[in-house]
């Protein structure tokens, strides 16, 4: 099914079939950057804590694109710390300035690029963008996430409330306009969600995918694919705010716009949501309750699981509370926690649609009602004030993760 016709917030159209269709990233008279050919070796300086003796470790990690394989140097003693090795996890378009690594059971962080060779090479392909999704446009978030992971990579995402000092300042370009306290009082209290994206020519492609005009009208004569086309009403709430951004350091999946498409299309609102990068102390803590539950094994790929890659934590409501247990509905639209078993029992639930192990089956969902809140919180307010210092702020707290 189309995307476009999974989200009822869409706006209805003319039929343009006379108008060229265009990757809604890269739009008209679009020109594609000249692609150089990657270096041999690509050097980064990284940095290893080791929390068993409370220590710190640089290491200089050399990446050979050819053939995928890595090696590392132990900066500080000058010494080699890793032979030359292959390792699947470890991509080219993971190498960036602030990510994390998972090799071989430790986490490093990208602290800076090696030589100039590296630095020439890799800055452009890590231009940063930052998106804001307004009030008017968050009910089709699924489709928007859709589109964004064809284009960027998803650094960062936050889903919080708009305060008024925020909206003030938001609004600061609509100053001398008959609707800027329009404007404001459209912001001010509502939910948004904040993007920061990454890719090479990043705001261009960002300009192109929303759409230029703030009028959704005038993008609509333009680029009919445009998100202020397809979810904007007016030249004030057109849906969608961009801006260059600092720097990120947290990546995401690319199937998690498809998986809240599934999650929304059975019933569900998103009410809250944020990325996180745990690290294996964290994942340990959050799925303590589950140690007595798994078996060990079975309990220790779980915790590697999400301590390995990007997580997005996303609290959910039922939409018209048609159930009497939001939670428990949710487990039956999860399904088995064995995607080879869901696909044989219940193949139309998501993890039979989108897992792959029972270590990697793409969702995890609440157990139990009265686990519910706690799981929320300890995404949504405990990991994000340990991140950021301050308190996140979603949609109601009485539901379902």
């Not at 609509?174 to 912001?187: Q, R």
């Not at 999860?334 to 793409?362: E, F, I, M, S, Y």
Request: with cysteine.
């Amino acid at each position: 099914m189309s995307c476009f016709k999974q989200c009822p917030g869409g706006n209805k159209f003319p039929n343009l079939s006379d108008v060229p269709v265009v990757n809604p990233c890269e739009g008209f008279g679009y020109r594609a950057p000249f692609r150089r050919e990657v270096p041999f070796k690509l050097v980064f300086v990284t940095q290893w804590y080791n929390e068993k003796v409370e220590i710190e470790k640089r290491l200089l990690l050399s990446y050979y694109h050819f053939d995928g394989t890595i090696e590392m140097k132990d900066l500080d003693r000058q010494m080699p710390f890793l032979k030359r090795i292959k390792l699947e996890n470890i991509k080219l378009q993971d190498l960036f300035v602030g990510n994390k690594l998972y090799i071989l059971g430790r986490h490093l962080v990208i602290l800076d690029y090696g030589d100039g060779i590296t630095r020439e090479y890799c800055t452009p392909l890590c231009e940063r963008a930052f998106l804001l999704v307004r009030p008017e446009a968050v009910a089709n978030l699924p489709c928007i996430i859709q589109r964004l992971e064809k284009c960027f990579r998803i650094v960062y995402a936050k889903m919080a409330r708009m305060t008024k000092e925020m909206a003030y300042e938001l609004s600061k370009p609509d100053e001398g306009e008959e609707f800027h306290l329009k404007s404001i009082h459209s912001l001010s209290g509502k939910v948004v969600v904040a993007f920061f994206l990454m890719t090479e020519k990043a705001m261009e492609k960002l300009k192109n995918l929303v759409g230029e005009d703030l009028d959704p009208q005038e993008c609509l004569l333009k680029n009919h694919q445009c998100l202020r086309a397809l979810y904007g009403h007016d030249k004030m709430m057109n849906g969608f705010y961009y801006s260059d951004t600092p720097e990120c350091v947290i990546k995401v999946d690319r199937r998690a716009g498809i998986i809240l498409g599934d999650i929304v299309a059975s019933g569900f609102e998103i009410t809250g949501l944020g990325v996180f990068w745990l690290n294996k102390k964290e994942a340990e803590e959050f799925y303590e309750i589950y140690k007595r539950i798994y078996v060990e094994s079975e309990y220790w790929e779980m915790v590697d699981e999400l301590s390995i890659g990007p997580c997005m934590a996303v609290e959910l409501a039922l939409k018209n509370d048609q159930q009497s247990d939001p939670v428990d509905y949710f487990r039956q639209c999860t399904g088995p926690p064995d995607p080879d078993l869901a696909r044989k029992v219940r193949p139309q639930t998501l993890r039979a649609r989108h897992g792959l192990t029972k270590a990697q089956n793409a969702i995890h969902c609440t157990d139990l009602p009265e686990d519910a809140i706690p799981e929320i919180e300890y995404f949504l307010v405990i990991l994000d004030r340990r991140a950021h210092g301050i308190k996140n702020v979603t949609g109601n707290m009485n539901s379902t993760c």
